[in-house]
């Protein structure tokens, strides 16, 4: 059937054009879609990778500028490796990601990969906290498709920036039925990490995320995709953890431990409103006497406490130098303070501050 404008009547002429102006709006995701590609939606929230600063030479920028359509379309052949869908789920830097923002991707990821017609998801994300929203994924979405996440160092304008390779071995990845069932990974610098295991190393360079413990996944090189292990812990459709209409998560605050760190933090950080505390302890998560014994206290009163260590790499040993059954608290094993605090806000919210020590000794292990 052909459709003459000019002899329509007003109101379905400008119902037209609005249509027609819709679908302009979305055809840059929505191009020949290519069946024998898989589909993947990009889930952007922002980060040096969209990120843009006066000088290609200079440090200075700001994170989250470049929107995601833009991103994608700087990405030559980006598109031959899957039929991508872009959503602007948020725009800021990482140091500025929080709870609400995990919870609305969780269950948008979760929304997505339900249906049929989507194979994967590739999140752009800030550096500075890309390892605790993946761990935060790694807990709460419910699928075996692949959920990757790719950051950079250097912002799109920067000479040598790294974003566009690292998106471009996102998208490959993301398409890569070796992905199933490997839980949340992150994708930078050619390398393709666990959410369990990976950790920001380094403050500037390119090289900066490591999984020190456990190694690499595997690699991803110019799109050419090889695993080599698998992740460690519990992650995705064998967690416990479920946030599907969760609005906000209980409250649990970090001690950074030091010589002479104050006393008072502790019940400080409860009487603000924290129902969990988690100490970067030094050492094998150790802290200064007169904590361990507000430890004490407070976790006599139910609130726990979690044993983590301000150093990068090794396990918090239960019973280590801290006796934690003298201190009531737990200890973290190979979780970082961020990412123990994950677990204790999802556990906290699962199961309250009833929960014993026992369980959430556990879960720590286990995640
Ligand atoms: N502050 C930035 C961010 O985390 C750093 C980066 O992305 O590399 O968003």
Redesign the pocket.
Same mark, same amino acid.
């Given at each position: 059937m052909i459709l003459n404008i000019n002899t329509m009547r007003k109101e379905n002429r400008i119902s037209i054009l609005l249509i027609a102006m819709l679908l302009v709006a979305i055809v840059p995701f929505s191009t020949a879609q290519d069946k024998k590609l898989p589909n993947i939606v990009v889930l952007a929230t922002? !980060? &040096?990778?969209a !990120?843009s600063g006066a000088s290609a030479t200079g440090s200075s920028y700001t *994170?989250?500028k470049v929107r995601i359509g833009e991103m994608i379309d700087a990405v030559p052949n980006i598109r031959k490796l899957a039929n991508l869908t872009g959503e602007q789920t948020a725009n800021?830097? @990482? =140091?500025?990601?929080n709870v609400k923002v995990w919870l609305i991707l969780a269950n948008r990821i979760n929304e997505l990969l339900a249906k049929d017609d989507v194979d994967g998801i590739v999140i752009t994300?800030? &550096?500075?906290? =890309?390892e605790e929203t993946a761990f935060f994924l790694n807990l709460t979405v419910k699928s075996d498709k692949p959920v990757v996440m790719v @950051? *950079?160092?250097? @912002?799109a304008s920067a000479l040598s920036a790294d974003g566009p390779l690292n998106l471009y071995n996102g998208v490959a990845v993301a398409a890569s039925p070796e992905s199933k069932g490997k839980g949340v990974v992150v994708v930078i610098n050619d390398v393709i990490l666990s959410a369990h295991s990976v950790k920001k190393m380094l403050t &500037?360079p390119v090289h *900066?995320f490591q999984a020190p413990e456990h190694g690499q996944l595997g690699t991803a090189n110019f799109g050419q995709v090889e695993y080599f292990h698998n992740p460690h812990g519990l992650h995705t459709t064998q967690s416990e953890f479920s946030v599907e209409g969760v609005k906000e998560l209980p409250r649990v605050d970090i001690i950074y431990g030091c010589a002479d760190v104050s006393t008072d933090l502790m019940e400080l950080m409860i009487k603000a409103g924290a129902k969990g505390i988690v100490i970067a302890g030094v050492g094998d998560g150790n802290i200064n006497t007169g904590t361990l014994e507000a430890a004490k206290r407070v976790t006599a009163k139910g609130t726990h406490v979690v044993r983590a260590s301000r150093i990068p790499i090794g396990q918090v040993l239960i019973h280590g130098e801290v006796v934690d059954t003298k201190w009531g608290t737990v200890a973290s094993d190979e979780l970082s303070p961020q990412k123990a605090r994950i677990v204790l806000m999802l556990a906290l919210q699962k199961y309250g501050n009833k929960m014993s020590r026992e369980k959430l000794q556990e879960l720590l292990i286990n995640y």
């Open positions: 922002g !980060g &040096t990778i !990120g *994170a989250g800021v830097g @990482s =140091q500025d990601m994300h800030g &550096t500075d906290t =890309q @950051s *950079a160092m250097r @912002s &500037t *900066a």
